[in-house]
């Protein structure tokens, strides 16, 4: 009898062996495949990180060109420009409309320019009822007119002239 216990001990030991090895290797196994999930999303998010960081710059680039165009124009600097933006989104309007605003300036800053140079023969166009520069322009160039006719009829000796500064009204 004690041989046969000993027997079926050892049968025992031995499917407790057996079960052991093939639970380790199972356990390997998961830990193995645990690791390969592990990395693989470490990678998909570093990958979704990088998109992200990618994105956002491909968004932002463009309003922080704008915004050193606007700090430039506002230290009036009209030698600044912008690349052109090609979105189709609120980006790309604003910078359409910010684009006509130098060319605005620019030409605002060379109606003034030669107005300061005598040139008092321009024809200038307001582009609106509401364009302030355009509008005052063509009273300048109106008055600076009414002052140089006044100082002819002076200097040909017709003194009937009444020179009212507007200074003085």
């Known amino acids: 009898i004690q041989a046969d216990i000993i027997a079926m001990m050892q049968r025992r030991d031995s499917e407790i062996a057996q079960t052991s090895g093939k639970l380790q290797y199972h356990v390997a196994s998961v830990i193995g495949n645990a690791r390969g999930i592990i990395l693989a999303l470490t990678a998909t998010i570093l990958l979704i990180l990088m998109i992200s960081w990618l994105i956002t710059r491909w968004m932002t680039r463009p309003l922080l060109d704008l915004s050193r165009s606007a700090a430039q124009l506002a230290n009036g600097d009209i030698s600044c420009g912008i690349r052109e933006i090609l979105h189709r989104d609120e980006v790309g309007d604003l910078s359409q409309a910010f684009m006509r605003l130098i060319v605005y300036f ?30 005052q322009f063509q009273q300048m160039i109106l008055y600076l007119k009414n002052i140089a006719d006044m100082a002819k009829h002076v200097a040909h000796g017709d003194l009937r002239q009444q020179i009212v500064m507007r200074s003085e009204q």
């Open 106 to 135: 620019r030409e605002t800053a060379a109606t003034a320019t030669k107005i300061s140079q005598g040139h008092v023969d321009l024809e200038i166009q307001p582009r609106s009822e509401k364009d302030v520069f355009g509008n």
